[in-house]
Every structure is written in structure tokens, then in C-alpha cells.
Nanobody, 128 residues
Framework: VQLQASGGGLVQPGGSLTLSCTAS????????IGWFRQAPGKEREGVSC????????YYADSVKGRFTMSKDSAKNMVNLQINRLEPEDTATYYC??????????????????????WGQGTQVTVSS
């Protein structure tokens, strides 16, 4: 069972990126999937989540309207499209899976404690 986040890079403010979360050894859409990020010196925070049971997506307020999470079942992959990047988006981004069929939210954002399996992260740096 392996998860891997990819697609990060150095982007100017206002730019876009698409992060991908790929799975090997299991079917990603059999799980609730979350994206999280951790900036240096800060706690890991939930960014977005898609529920296994109803495909409902949730986003942190700080990324609503700029981030879009989507499944690509044919490729066993979940993508996170990030637009209008801001310096505050600089962080290592991780994807993770939860056995529970719905996103577990705390204050409206995915709770990292609910996610049992994590992939290696991908670095996103927003700087001019």
C-alpha cells in the first residue's frame, strides 16, 4: 500500500499547479481522501477532502474558490488543482486516506487525526 503526492514546484504568486495523489496496491476511490499541508514551524492542516460515500468535497476557507479536488478513477489518482497561488500556500502538501466513508471535519476542515495512511509530500513554494 503506497500513496505518493507529486506535482509541486516553485510558482510565482497568482500562478497555478496541479498536485496529484497516486496509489499503488489498492483502489484510491475505496477511501475517503484528504489533502493536507504543513508549512515550516506550523502544524499540519487540512486543505480539502472528498468523501468515499457521496463524493462530496470540502475545502478549508483559506482555499475555497482557488483549490479544486477531483478523482481520476481510470488512473487511480486524485488531483488538487490550485489556482491563484499565494505565498501563504507555501508548504509541503500531503494526501492521505481514511477508512471512514465520510470526511471527518473539525471546524469545517478535514481532521488529520482521522487519516491513517499518508503519502510522502510534495513541496509547493510560492515566491516571486
Amino acid at each position: 500500500v503506497q500513496l505518493q503526492a507529486s506535482g509541486g514546484g516553485l510558482v510565482q504568486p497568482g500562478g497555478s499547479l496541479t498536485l496529484s495523489c497516486t496509489a499503488s496496491g489498492f483502489t484510491l476511490e475505496d477511501y475517503t481522501i484528504g489533502w493536507f499541508r504543513q508549512a515550516p514551524g506550523k502544524e499540519r492542516e487540512g486543505v480539502s477532502c472528498i468523501s468515499r460515500s457521496d463524493d462530496r468535497t470540502y475545502y478549508a476557507d483559506s482555499v475555497k474558490g482557488r483549490f479544486t479536488m477531483s478523482k481520476d478513477s481510470a488512473k487511480n489518482m486524485v488531483n488538487l488543482q490550485i489556482n491563484r497561488l499565494e505565498p501563504e500556500d507555501t508548504a509541503t502538501y500531503y494526501c492521505a486516506i481514511d477508512d471512514y466513508g465520510f470526511c471527518t471535519l473539525v471546524a469545517g476542515i478535514p481532521d488529520p487525526l482521522s487519516f491513517g495512511s499518508w503519502g510522502q509530500g510534495t513541496q509547493v513554494t510560492v515566491s516571486s
